[in-house]
């Protein structure tokens, strides 16, 4: 296992602005972190720059205690599976995890013991005298992971890993991948991906990171922690609105009051008085604010605070319904969550229950207030 700490980390091209911005973040032995963001944010630039395949402009990286920043790729102990499989046709299935080591010069007993040992692991034992053509896309990329397997790195590198599978194979696959990580866990695991279903299912943590080029934010990170701390406790709108899908609805609006314990805001699309349990004594009445909810916070029916919203559209999935309402000019409708019978036909209005404590509330900045209701995200045991 190793450790892998970065330290102030950039990146930029050239006299270019950086692509990876001061970033500090640690990993624990056996952790699998996964660095998550929007599309050019520099997830995949920040995990070639851990493997040694893109130089750091300033910054340090250590792996397992030691100084890797300037280190040769193959001398820092990790092994890294691509997007693309990266498999040698021409080779069986048994000689594309075997290459890495005969290269090596690694003893033939001790090539042909990890071999086994690894296709054992990823049950590909019956396929080890296949080409890669005579493989599905999953089997394709358990080999490739195989391969690394078989270096006993200490910290594995996975880019995108899943994203040329269909959706079956993917869930598949991302099963796979948690249950190599759990049984075969002695090493740590870097995973990057766009997917939020593979973020919050496989990460013991996630590492957001901020996009857009002209922000000063760019490259830099959003914010890091559990699955559910960045679900349930997001830091900011960004990170709210990148997290979770269908993403957290937002209702513009002006603040009346805060007593410490709970804000009213007056919504701008429709003049409603919505109260949230947030503290946001630090912001002057009149300022400018936005309402954040999700959409299984948000309920068709009457309640003491509710709105009525007309049905633009409906998404009927079996398991549930999802809504989306007209929410005003210019803005992206608002989507609740209901039950996967409901039926709600266009131009419909429907009442939308709003609960205090799962609204948050962000100021002009985007920043996050307090909420001063917990809302637990700690586990429910089942019997």
């Known amino acids: 296992m190793a450790s892998v700490a970065l330290h102030s980390i950039c990146k930029a091209y050239g006299g270019a602005a950086p692509v990876i911005k001061d970033v500090n973040f640690n990993i624990a032995d056996g952790e699998f972190c996964v660095f998550i963001g929007p599309s050019g944010c520099g997830k995949s630039t920040l995990l070639r720059s851990i493997a040694g395949l893109e130089d750091i402009s300033s910054g340090k990286l250590e792996i397992g205690g030691s100084d890797m920043t300037h280190t040769p790729p193959a001398q820092r102990g990790v092994a890294m599976v691509f997007q693309s499989y990266a498999l040698f046709p021409h080779m069986t299935v048994r000689q594309n995890l075997a290459f890495g080591l005969t290269l090596n010069k690694v003893a033939p007993e001790i090539i042909a013991s990890k071999v086994q040992e690894a296709a054992r692991v990823l049950q590909l034992e019956a396929l080890l005298e296949r080409k890669p053509k005579a493989l599905s896309g999953g089997q394709r990329q358990r080999v490739a992971i195989g391969r690394a397997i078989v270096r006993e790195p200490g910290v594995f590198l996975f880019d995108e890993p899943l994203s040329n599978l269909d959706a079956a194979l993917r869930a598949q696959t991302r099963f796979e991948i948690a249950r190599l990580h759990r049984n075969y866990g ?92 947030v503290d946001a004594r630090h912001l002057h009445a009149g300022s400018a604010v936005t309402l954040g909810i999700r959409p299984e916070h948000a309920h068709a029916g009457t309640a003491l605070q509710h709105l009525s919203r007309e049905v633009q559209w409906q998404e009927r999935l079996g398991d549930a319904t999802y809504l989306y309402l007209h929410a005003g000019s210019g803005v992206p409708p608002m989507v609740i969550k209901a039950d996967g019978r409901a039926y709600a036909p266009p131009g419909q209005r429907v009442p939308v229950q709003l609960a205090p404590q799962h609204l948050h509330l962000f100021d002009a900045d985007g920043w996050a207030a307090r909420r001063t209701v917990d809302v637990t995200d700690e586990p429910l045991l089942l019997a």
Do not use: W
Not at 223 to 246: D, K, M, N, W
């Open 186 to 277: 002695r090493a740590s695991a870097i995973y990057v991906t766009h997917d939020q279903v593979e973020a919050m299912t496989l990460a013991d943590r996630i590492l957001l990171l901020h996009a857009g080029a002209a922000t000063a934010a760019h490259g830099s990170i959003a914010q890091s922690g559990t699955p559910l701390e960045l679900y349930h406790h997001p830091r900011s709108q960004f990170v709210a609105g990148f997290i979770g899908s269908p993403t957290m609805n937002f209702l513009p609006g002006q603040l009346l009051h805060s007593d410490g314990q709970q804000a009213s805001v007056k919504l701008d699309a429709c003049g409603t008085v919505l109260q949230a349990h």
